[in-house]
Structure formats: structure tokens, C-alpha cells
């Protein structure tokens, strides 16, 4: 089966060529942002996100220290156990402690979701990296057979078109001549 093409622009094929070699650029570039979305995602979650917990954990560490000196303090100062003083010390100690106890939680999580999202992660990118290299080979196949071809047409658009021979009646073999009817104003009264 012969395949033909009806092409009427060689300007077309490198439009389309153009556009091809743009929507490759593009969409590198489209999947380059992604990867580095990612990755800065991944940072954060590991670095900056552990890092602002495990400084919330120390400053909770110190107001529960501070809430165990000042519970000490009102217990010395007011020796009676039903002292409100003792008593409010004793929930500024207890607040404290559920806070630390929330930074403990919030940095294994996050020392979990660090390894849940590196997983997820890992599970995006393989994908995405072979839908890079097919779109990168699929393109690169496209364009060289685009440049293929209007290689091809331009050459042969170039080749100059010979020039048909012309038959006159004198030069034709005589029973063309006999059968051939006369021009019109060389006609002859039979």
C-alpha cells in the first residue's frame, strides 16, 4: 500500500516543526518545575518542618522546667496544698507538659510522613521519568523525520521541470497527419 501526502506548503512542515520543538521545550521545562517542586517539598518536610518541631520541642522543654520552678516557688511560699496559687502552678505545669508531649508526637510524625513522603515521592518520579524519556525519543523521531522530509521536498521542489517536447503536424508520422483535423482558417473547400 502507497502512502501519499498531499502536501501543498513546505512552510507547513516547519511550522509544525517549530511547534513540535516548542512543545518539547515546554513541556521539559514543565516536568524540570515538577521534579523541583518535589524536592522542595521533600527539604522541607525533612529539614525545615523537623527543625521548627525539635525547636518548639526544646522551648517546651524549658516552660516546663520554668513551670516546675515556679510550682516549687508557690509550694515553698504557700505550704497548704489548697493554696490557688499552688493550685494555678500546678495547671501551668500540666499545660505545659500535654505541650511538650504534642512537639514529641509532631516530630515523629514528621519523621514518618518524612519517610511516607520520600516512598511517594520515589513512587512519582519513576513514571514521570520514563514519560520524559519517551516524550524526549518520540520527539526527537518526529523532528528528524519532519527534517527528513522537507529535506526531501525541498530537493525536490529544486529540480527544474524539463520542458515538455512539442509536437508539430510536420514532424508527426503521416497517418497522425491524415487522421489529425486541420487547424481552424487552414481548412480547404472539398
Known amino acids: 500500500m502507497t502512502r501519499t501526502a498531499d502536501v501543498r506548503s513546505i512552510a507547513a512542515l516547519e511550522q509544525l516543526r517549530a511547534a513540535l ?3 518539547h521545550a515546554e513541556t521539559r521545562s514543565a516536568l524540570d518545575q515538577l521534579d523541583m517542586d518535589v524536592r522542595h517539598a521533600l527539604d522541607w518536610v525533612e529539614h525545615d518542618l523537623l527543625q521548627a518541631w525539635k525547636d518548639e520541642w526544646r522551648r517546651r522543654s524549658r516552660a516546663v522546667e520554668f513551670a516546675k520552678a515556679d510550682l ?17 502552678c500546678k495547671r501551668a505545669l500540666d499545660r505545659a507538659k500535654h505541650r511538650h508531649e504534642e512537639a514529641e508526637e509532631k516530630i515523629a510524625a514528621v519523621r514518618r510522613w518524612t519517610r511516607v513522603t520520600h ?8 513514571p ?10 518520540t520527539m526527537h523521531a518526529a523532528i528528524a ?5 522537507i529535506t526531501t521536498l525541498e530537493a525536490y521542489a529544486a529540480v527544474p521541470v524539463a520542458a515538455a517536447p512539442s509536437v508539430t503536424m510536420s514532424s508527426a508520422p503521416p497517418s497522425v497527419q491524415a487522421s489529425a483535423p486541420a487547424p481552424p482558417g487552414d481548412q480547404e473547400s472539398r
Request: proline fraction near 2%.
Open 145 to 149: 523525520e519532519l527534517d527528513r522530509m
Open 128 to 137: 514521570v521519568q520514563q514519560f520524559a524519556e519517551l516524550l524526549t525519543g
Open 119 to 126: 516512598q511517594e515521592a520515589d513512587d512519582f518520579r519513576g
Open 72 to 88: 516549687n516557688c508557690a509550694r515553698a511560699a504557700f505550704p497548704e496544698e489548697r493554696s490557688s496559687a499552688v493550685f494555678d
Open 21 to 23: 520543538c516548542t512543545f
